[in-house]
């Protein structure tokens, strides 16, 4: 009795799963082809999508009049009284010239002085606030456009 090499008892079965996996490829392209050669998609929306993107984008416009500036950051507490406070110390001498902000930014109240542009003019006021708040620090963030 004569031994056959494995390649020879296994070389139909071999054969006939790479001509399957072949035609499965054929038969994806030709469907592929074929679902691009037919007409248009028409989309029906329901009227409350269409309010909801319509109310996204004109959020997104509302915010188009924000830049990436700079504040001075002088204090942040957990509790709003205290932030309140610290913004009235800071509101007598900057308030009337720079403005003072707090802001609730999870977990903290912060407050906040000045928004501006250029880091050039928040480092100039932020030499000028560390006279009175000498832990103030400078923070990069997205600011109102200023009107010119």
Do not use: C
Not at 40 to 48: A, I
Not at 50 to 68: F, G, L, P
Not at 85 to 110: C, H, R, S, W
Request: charged share 30%; glycine share 4%.
């Amino acid at each position: 009795m004569r031994l056959l090499q494995f390649s020879t008892l296994f070389a139909p079965f071999y054969t006939m799963r790479r001509n399957w996996f072949l035609s499965v490829v054929l038969l994806f392209i030709v469907f592929t082809q074929e679902a691009k050669a037919q007409g248009h998609v028409v989309v029906e929306v329901e009227p409350s999508v269409k309010e909801m993107e319509e109310t996204r984008t004109a959020r997104r416009k509302a915010n188009s009049d924000k830049v990436r500036g700079y504040r001075i950051l002088i204090g942040f507490f957990s509790s709003r009284a205290e932030a309140e406070a610290l913004k009235e110390q800071a509101m007598e001498p900057f308030g009337g010239k720079y403005g003072v902000t707090v802001i609730y930014d999870e977990p903290n109240f912060k407050v906040y002085v000045g928004q501006f542009t250029l880091s050039d003019d928040a480092d100039a006021a932020l030499v000028e606030i560390r006279r009175k708040f000498s832990s103030a620090t400078r923070i990069s963030d997205i600011i109102r456009r200023q009107a010119k």
